[in-house]
């Protein structure tokens, strides 16, 4: 791993070109460079938000200015002009990079995710081999859940890939925007990006939906009318996997259901209790070491209990019959954690902050401490 780069006595200037922060991003193994008016250039470091160097000028609504006109085509910057912000793919010679542009009170702000250019398999990703099963189905929903920067499009990428080496199906994948760019193997794929090939996720999923697939990936069900198109496909003979912005299965269900009317709750729910395959919820968590961050995976897989917890509307069991389904590879969050805990990747510190139920977990610890010490 690259070493940051150090401050000097003299005042680094202003570089010339977006890519010339990138590919320091690049180097140092960042997820994200943020480069915004009035601020130093600034970069987001084993998920820790930190200038680039201390030592810097604050950029100016001149330099960010310069900076965005100096990568932005004609497209993305009319599209900035109309609209105020642009959010899109950018490429070039070394990597890609999910690119967001802003017009706010005092110029632009840039921010850039890094994309890995290399696809990680599951067994890299350290991924449950409990999961295998959720993507042999041929029908059905799955869902990879978890905060921004969470790891969720890393996971489902490897989840895609894996399903193109080991079936001979069509996959569609909608992205906003494409990140991994995935190479046709034993399956047909195809990709559509938001705002390049298409105007929403519903549009492209209802189009999707006459190209005869076999699998669909959404990159984010962030509507009802997306959320209700994908539960349709899943029950139609598809196999449907999408992401959402939750923390738990729990919470995930809940959010599913919570974008129908009220009248139309008890249908959705007893077709999720019946089309539902699973539900992975991630976290990316500091190491205790400081080399880097490990996930904390949060698994649900549907059963009978499960889909009789759904059917009923009563999500708040979940967490208990995850606890007696380990058999079939269940894990709650909260004892993810406290493994990586235990094992010593993480501190307990980090582990409570993250926690679902954090009074439980800490009374956890003190026991495992007074045990210890016996």
């Known amino acids: 791993m690259s070493e940051v780069p150090s401050d000097t006595t003299e005042l680094v200037q202003v570089l010339q070109h977006v890519d010339d922060y990138l590919r320091l991003g690049q180097e140092y193994e960042c997820s994200d460079v943020h480069l915004a008016t009035a601020s130093k250039p600034t970069w987001r470091r084993h998920g820790l938000l930190q200038p680039i160097w201390e030592n810097t000028e604050r950029l100016t609504a001149a330099d960010t200015e310069r900076l965005v006109k100096g990568f932005l085509g004609p497209k993305e910057m009319g599209r900035l002009n109309e609209k105020g912000d642009v959010d899109f793919a950018y ?26 250019t290399n696809l990680r398999s599951m067994a890299d990703l350290n991924l449950s081999e409990h999961i295998r099963p959720l993507i042999q189905y041929h029908n059905g929903l799955v869902l990879v859940t978890g905060s921004v920067g969470s790891g969720k499009s890393t996971t489902l990428a490897a989840l895609v890939n894996e399903i193109n080496h080991e079936r001979h199906d069509h996959i569609i994948t909608l992205e906003d925007p494409i990140e991994y760019v995935l190479n046709s193997a034993n399956c047909h794929v195809n990709q559509r990006e938001l705002h390049t090939h298409t105007e929403s996720f519903a549009s492209a999923l209802r189009a999707s939906l006459r190209e005869d697939p076999d699998v669909i990936m959404v990159g984010e069900m962030r509507d009802l009318e997306t959320i209700s198109l994908a539960i349709t496909a899943s029950e139609t003979g598809h196999l449907v996997l999408g992401t959402l912005h939750t923390g738990s299965a729990a919470r995930t269900l809940d959010r599913v259901l919570d974008v129908f009317p009220t009248d139309q709750r008890d249908q959705i729910r007893m077709m999720v209790s019946e089309s539902l395959r699973g539900i992975i919820s991630q976290q990316l968590i500091p190491r205790a070491d400081g080399n880097g961050r490990v ?76 045990n210890k010490r016996r």
């Open 91 to 116: 490429a070039n010679s070394f990597g890609r990079f999910r690119a967001s542009v802003i017009r706010q009170r005092l110029g632009y702000d840039m921010v850039f995710r890094i994309i890995s």
């Open 295 to 370: 996930m904390a995976m949060e698994l649900l897989v549907n059963t009978p209990a499960v889909g009789n917890c759904i059917r009923e509307g009563k999500t708040f069991m979940l967490g208990g019959i995850m606890q007696t389904g380990k058999n079939v590879g269940m894990v709650t969050m909260d004892d993810a954690l406290k493994e990586l805990v235990f094992d010593g990747t993480i501190t307990a510190e980090e582990a409570l902050s993250r926690a679902i139920d954090p009074d439980t977990m800490h009374a956890d610890f003190l026991a495992a401490s007074k």
